[in-house]
């Protein structure tokens, strides 16, 4: 379910206590059941007076009755939302919720048209006022009925994506509210420091730039908590590297850079970025990978002369819709160690892609349009485990891909074009099921894999060729037959008419042959 509880381990402990909770596991011991990280299995019983959970060891108040009683009662809330999403089933992705959003504007639209319409047909004669005000009463109810009928689907999937939103809003609350009545009980030690003053060096940047124009700044593994929003007004600057650091927070003044063409802010502690990026036009290379990223802003869609993007080591779940239609130029993405579970169709707009690296994700597939990346020269698509099961055909159409990893996924059988990738030189089909091509033409390598696929594709096309010929050749025999029973029947019938108007027809008489013997 989404959010993993697995960050919220306070929650995770207190709801793996609840009794509803540990009767139903308790009662279904099996093997089977899958292990659920929002609701861990209980210590068994014997065990756990010798070996109590590890945030026990860490927390020990959390032993005591009193203290756990009253952190089952303040995440009651969590608990009941819980179990209704369970039954809902899991959150739409972010393409489904934009596509909803479209289905419904579209309904809408509609409709208005629909009414519009009604309103100025006219009164056909004698039909009476009062009576057509009724009939237009009824049609325009039917026509509204018929609309919300349309948009129901599309609005349950905004309201699942709604309370999976609000079910993550109400997880870290709970949380927050479980720490702080274990802080009462007096175990959590204060942590807090004291405000961190502006870096001497930062404060000397700013200083230098305001003297002369600065094109670029290096202040990686600084320690810097915050960034100045003075550092907005270098409007030379070409090139800055924030990465290392523990930032929180970009400032929206970073949209005043406007010549800026590389922005380093990777490995920090961000949690968003601002929408104002958008703004930084002239940007090529953005790395914002390793911080705690859950979603980009669609505003990154502008920064329209990206050439290279990362946003790697993150916790995205999903892309902007619409990265792809507005990224034309960008040659080379990494989004691997997320939690993708599926690639924006428009990505596959990406003509001048040539690098795109999305393992250790959890892609149930790829586009089936993946095939318009003519470009696309690396693909890494490995670790996506058992999510991964099958490719698109027109994988096949990646003319120019040089290096293919497809290792620890669930895929039984490469598509039947893959014997198309002439420039393929690296492969990597480790730890998958695979079925097509067997195992022993997979140990001898990539060439005798494109090979046996090849061969696979001529084979499959010469059957449809011959089923082909067949059905031309019975259509043709068909045709004859047609031709010849056609021919007949009009052959019959102009005999009959000759014959037939040769015995009907009078000729003059003869006085001798009508003469009586």
């Known amino acids: 379910m989404d959010p ?236 800055l590297n924030l990465s290392g650091n523990q930032l929180e927070v970009i400032p929206d003044s970073l949209a005043g850079l406007e010549k800026l063409e590389e922005l380093n802010v990777s490995s920090n502690l961000l949690e968003s970025l601002p929408d104002s990026i958008g703004l930084l036009q002239n940007l090529k290379i953005l790395d914002v990978s390793g911080n705690k990223l859950n979603a980009l802003p669609d505003s990154i869609c502008y920064c329209r002369s990206l050439v290279e993007l990362d946003v790697s080591f993150n916790s995205l779940a999903y892309l902007p819709t619409n990265l792809g239609n507005e990224l034309g130029n960008l040659e080379k993405l990494s989004i691997y160690l997320n939690k993708l579970r599926s690639l924006p169709n428009s990505i596959c707009k990406m003509r001048s892609l040539r690098f795109l690296d999305a393992h250790f994700n959890e892609l149930r597939g790829l586009p089936n349009e993946i095939g318009r990346l003519t470009n696309l020269e690396v693909l890494n698509v490995c670790s996506n485990f058992s999510d991964l099961t099958e490719l698109p055909e027109t994988l096949g159409e990646l003319t120019n891909l040089k290096e293919l990893d497809l290792s620890n996924n669930q895929i039984q059988a490469l598509p039947d074009t893959f014997g198309r ?45 011959r089923k082909s010929m067949i059905e031309v050749n019975e259509e043709e025999e068909n045709g004859w037959l047609t031709r010849s029973t056609t021919w007949l029947k009009r052959s019959v019938s102009v005999v009959g008419e000759t014959v037939s108007g040769y015995l009907g027809t009078a000729g003059p008489t003869d006085p001798i042959l009508d003469e009586e013997r």
């Open 4 to 239: 993993n509880l697995k960050s919220y381990p306070l929650l995770s402990y207190v709801l793996s206590r609840l009794p509803s909770i540990s009767s139903r596991l308790q009662s279904s011991p099996s093997s089977d059941t899958p292990f659920d990280l929002e609701q861990p299995p209980p210590i068994d019983a014997a065990s756990s007076s010798t070996a109590p959970p590890p945030i026990v060891d860490q927390m020990p108040h959390l032993s005591h009755p009193k203290v756990l009683a009253s952190m089952t009662h303040a995440i009651y809330d969590v608990a009941q939302t819980r179990s209704v999403l369970q039954t809902l089933g899991p959150r739409p992705d972010h393409e489904s919720v934009d596509m909803a959003h479209h289905k419904l504007a579209e309904i809408d639209s509609n409709l208005s048209k629909s009414l519009e319409e009604l309103v100025l047909s006219p009164r056909p004669e004698g039909v009476d006022q009062a009576e057509w005000r009724a009939n237009l009463a009824d049609k325009e109810q039917q026509i509204r009925q018929q609309a919300e009928q349309e948009k129901s689907m599309y609005k349950s999937i905004l309201q699942l994506d709604e309370m999976h939103e609000a079910y993550g809003k109400l997880v870290k609350q709970a949380e927050e509210r479980l720490v702080k009545i274990y802080e009462k009980a007096g175990e959590v030690a204060d942590d807090s420091e004291p405000v961190e003053e502006t870096n001497p060096e930062v404060v000397g940047i700013l200083e230098e730039a305001q003297g002369k124009g600065l094109e670029r700044v290096d202040l990686c593994g600084r320690k810097l908590r915050y960034l100045p929003e003075a550092f907005g007004k270098i409007s030379g600057l070409l090139s």
């Open 421 to 465: 990738l002439d420039n393929l030189k690296k492969l990597n089909l480790e730890q998958n099921p695979l079925v097509i091509p067997p195992l022993e033409v997979v140990e001898q390598g990539v060439d005798a894999v494109k090979l046996f696929m090849a061969k696979r594709w001529a084979d499959k096309l010469a059957e449809e060729e």
